[in-house]
Nanobody, 121 residues
Framework: VQLVESGGGLVQAGGSLRLSCAVSGTTFVINPMGWYRQAPGKQRELVATIAGGSASTKYADSVKGRFAISRDNAKNTMYLQMNNLKPEDTAMYYC???????????????WGQGTQVTVSS
């Protein structure tokens, strides 16, 4: 399973970015997926998740109303549209997928390499 993020960069406060996460090597359509971020000196935190199948979504309180997670099953790609960015959104952003594997259907997590988002004030 491979995940490749793209779309990060430097943006001024109030600006927008769209992150992409291209997934290969797994049955994308049924896998739950999510975006996480980690700022320097801080723990990695959940930003948003999207379920397989129903594609129901959940967001961290800090990004509700500003970020939107989506998936295009035909392209095996997940997106994070980030609007009204704030300096506190500065972090490395990672995508994650989870798959059930093996005879006991154990969950495994796979991560991308991350894409840097920097928001200047």
């Amino acid at each position: 399973v491979q995940l490749v993020e793209s779309g990060g960069g430097l943006v001024q406060a109030g600006g927008s970015l769209r992150l992409s996460c291209a997934v290969s090597g797994t049955t994308f359509v049924i896998n739950p997926m999510g975006w996480y971020r980690q700022a320097p000196g801080k723990q990695r935190e959940l930003v948003a998740t999207i379920a397989g199948g129903s594609a129901s979504t959940k967001y961290a309180d800090s990004v509700k109303g500003r970020f939107a997670i989506s998936r295009d099953n035909a392209k095996n790609t997940m997106y994070l549209q980030m609007n009204n960015l704030k300096p506190e959104d500065t972090a490395m952003y990672y995508c994650k997928t989870s798959t059930r594997e093996g005879p006991f259907s154990i969950w495994y997590d796979y991560w991308g390499q991350g894409t840097q988002v920097t928001v200047s004030s």
